[in-house]
């Protein structure tokens, strides 16, 4: 095929030549199948011909034995060029499509008697698939006519380049990343896509699912979850943030909002730059899981919403990867806090914190910090963080930075053998202390000793230098993680009291789940690796039940002729890690629990019960590692500090003791509390001050109608 869009058609003769087996033709796109028969006749002379229509083509896929397996005729206005456009690129399939001369056949001799067809339907069928030329891309995958791995990337790739990054398969949305500012989520793309079903008639677009998730929400009454999923960097938080963009424009109804619809959008900035970091493949990664919760009245106006968060990555606090940041709120501090603020909180630049200056990276390419450090604020500010709530926040801040800058020396001691370590910069710790406004001595008892309960008398255990670095980075991810989680209690909370009764809702509400995609580092894949991995295994299990069991369960219910599509069954996967009692996660348990353990020992757990199983594998070289068979891909994990960070998600005694004594009641509140708790709480005051107040109403009004 050239560029004019000309090609050469190769047809067969067969019997109707004993010369050629087979003659090219050149033709174009538009050139008929009547045309191109009418052609060979006359090359071939065919004395019968005098009637060109006794002829016809007919589309041939046979196989690499040259066995033809599927034969169709092609209708006289066909073109056999844009036709060929349709077949596989791909040889290593093994198949052939060809083109054939055949003498004229009745039509009864092409229909398959066994299923008579209703002539409108196979019209349908071929005006939908086959007459449409190539250089045409389907925006649902579903229409392509021969639908495989190559066809499908083909089809995407197509799109893409001509600026739709979005295509559907069915009610499925793929979205494709094209890391530049297309103008399709302004406000007449919001109108646009309001009260449009999914369909053919306007192009696939992420406002499109909102508005379906919507609609079908109000029409059955029922809660709907919308579930993203990819790799790391494909653009999932984008598409949250468009999604509840939309969910929350439909409500609004050409109004401004009730300002809850506000506050929802305003929480997404603040829980990005508190859990957001540069990785090695996405600069503004989420490393935390979110579900968003929109709920909705009976007559569609949003009435609030809960965020759940899951797993922040807590060991970024204390160390990146090479080229990685912290979480950007840091950054956004140092460039944007006013010199009056840096005094105040004795903030330093980046270079000046352990925890800031190992990665060798400080900066975004094309982020102002400054500019990101005021737009904070002002959306901090829409979540109902008062400037001094911000200004406690930043002081915590301050003292996660300043505790990685706590460094120990070995203690003078008359004895040879003591290894205990002292803090060799107590101004330092003399600074934190005054921020998170705890006692010098307390801190510095912390940070240097444990104390243990052994037959009713306390004992103080000094630490070794590594377990004091161990004791004073687990007090920084400790602190970090309580200020998260107040964080997003803090957005539930605003996003709770601007509707301050739950009195109303009876309606539904629509779920956004946003997880971290699937990850493989390669070389330095660990606990968290193995968390993210295990959570997109589950969504993959979810999908996997629903798209192909559940729906081919109900094909053979309803009697459709189907052949169950194969597809790969991840439970196996799903029980290697989760299963009870032997599963990674609980022999991980056990071994954090069992006196002596170690991550050696835990691996080699882990090789002794596992060693058959399909899905886990030792790796080649010896190494303290192991493999799990993904459904996207084998994943290397380290075993070293897989127990550390597993027991890390438990809350250092010592830490929370030095915490819960300081003379900030939002220090204590920090770590006071079950956040989940608080947050029931809340929603419990919210119900029984609803129930009371309309208790009143009703009595007030039966007491102005004479009644009692
Ligand atoms: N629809 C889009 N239009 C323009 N740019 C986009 C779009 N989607 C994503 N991007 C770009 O890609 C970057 C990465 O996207 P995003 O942070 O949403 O990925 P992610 O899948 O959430 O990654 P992670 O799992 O690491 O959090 C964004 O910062 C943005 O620059």
């Known amino acids: 095929m050239d560029n004019s869009g000309s090609g050469v058609v190769q047809v067969f003769v067969g019997e109707w030549s004993p010369e050629y087996e087979a003659l090219s033709i050149k033709a174009t796109k538009q050139t008929s199948s009547a045309e191109i028969v009418e052609c060979i006749i006359e090359r071939l002379g065919l004395v019968d011909a005098s009637v060109s229509n006794s002829y016809e083509l007919a589309e041939v896929v046979g196989n690499s034995v040259g066995q033809e397996c599927k034969e169709r005729r092609l209708g006289p206005t066909e073109c056999p060029v844009a036709l060929m456009l349709l077949w596989p690129k791909n040889d290593a399939q093994q198949e052939y499509y060809r083109f ?30 086959l007459y449409q030329p190539r250089d045409k891309e389907y925006p649902d995958l579903c229409q ?36 530049k500012f297309y103008p399709i989520y302004n406000p007449k793309y919001v109108k646009l896509y309001q009260n449009r079903r999914l369909g053919p008639d306007i192009p696939p677009h992420i406002f499109a699912i909102a508005d379906a998730a919507y609609h079908c929400m109000l ?30 424009a439909l409500s609004q109804k050409g109004s401004h909002g009730s300002g809850v619809e506000q506050t929802i959008l305003s929480a997404g900035p603040v829980l990005e730059a508190f859990g957001n970091a540069k990785t090695a493949h996405n600069n503004n990664s989420s490393r935390f899981g979110k579900f968003i919760q929109v709920n909705y009245k009976e007559n569609g106006m949003v009435h609030g919403a809960v965020v759940q968060k899951y797993l922040l990555e807590k060991s970024r606090i204390v160390s990146q990867g090479r080229n990685e940041r912290n979480y950007h709120v840091f950054y956004y501090l140092l460039a944007g806090a006013s010199e009056q603020e840096k005094q105040l909180l004795h903030l330093e630049s980046c270079d000046r914190y352990n925890y800031l200056n190992k990665s060798g990276c400080y900066g975004l390419e094309n982020i102002d910090e400054r500019h990101e450090f005021s737009r904070l604020k002002q959306s901090m500010e829409m979540v109902g963080f008062t400037a001094e709530k911000q200004r406690r926040l930043f002081a915590v801040l301050s003292a996660v930075l300043l505790l990685g800058n706590v460094e120990f020396q070995p203690r003078k001691s008359y004895h040879h053998h003591d290894e ?17 406004r705890v006692k010098q001595e307390t801190l510095l008892a912390a940070l240097t000793a444990k104390r243990a309960r052994a037959s009713g008398e306390t004992l103080v255990i000094n630490y070794r230098l590594p377990e004091a670095i161990a004791a004073r980075d687990a007090m920084a991810k400790c602190l970090y993680g309580a200020l998260f989680d107040w964080i997003v209690l803090q957005v539930n909370h605003a996003l709770l009291s601007k509707k301050d009764t739950l009195r109303d809702h009876q309606g539904n509400s629509i779920g956004v789940l946003d997880i971290f995609g699937f990850e493989d ?14 959570a997109n295994e589950q969504l993959q299990h979810y999908f996997n039940q629903h798209v192909f069991q559940y729906e081919q369960r109900e094909y053979r219910k309803q009697g459709i002729r189907w052949t169950d599509i194969g597809y790969s069954d991840n439970s196996g996967c799903l029980n290697l890690i989760e299963g009870k009692p032997n599963g990674l996660l609980c022999l991980l348990d056990d071994q954090c629990n069992f006196p002596g ?21 030792a790796p080649q070289r010896r190494e303290a590692a192991f493999v799990v068979r993904h459904y996207a891909g084998s994943v290397k994990y380290q075993a070293s500090n897989m127990r550390e960070k597993n027991l890390d998600l438990m809350r250092p005694d010592g830490v929370v003791g030095v915490l819960k004594n300081s003379s900030l009641a939002f220090v204590r509140e920090l770590v006071g509390a079950d956040p989940v708790a608080v947050f029931r709480w809340a929603i419990l005051r919210a119900f029984f001050r609803a129930h009371f107040a309309f208790q009143e109403a009703g009595r007030a009004h039966r007491h102005g109608r004479g009644m009692y």
């Open 100 to 129: 054939y001369l055949r003498k004229k056949q009745p039509d009864y001799l092409w229909s398959d008697s066994r299923f008579p067809m209703d002539p409108q339907l196979l019209k349908d069928y071929f005006n939908r698939f």
């Open 521 to 534: 580092f390669k070389t330095c894949n660990s606990f968290e690796q193995l968390c993210i991995n295990y």
């Open 420 to 436: 205990a370590v002292g803090v060799k910069n107590p101004e330092v710790v003399a600074l934190i202390s005054e921020l998170l």
């Open 144 to 179: 392509l006519p021969d639908l495989n791995e190559q066809t499908l990337l083909d089809n995407l790739r197509a799109r893409f380049l001509a600026g739709n990054i979005y295509t559907y398969v069915g009610s499925i949305l793929i979205a494709l990343n094209p890391f």
């Open 219 to 248: 029409k059955e009454k029922k809660n709907q979850c919308i579930v993203i999923s990819g790799e790391s960097g494909s653009g999932k938080t984008e598409s949250t943030n468009f999604l509840l963009h939309h969910l929350t």
């Open 597 to 617: 353990a170690t991550n050696e020992t835990l691996l080699q757990k882990f090789n002794t019960v596992h060693k058959e199983n399909q899905f886990y594998e």
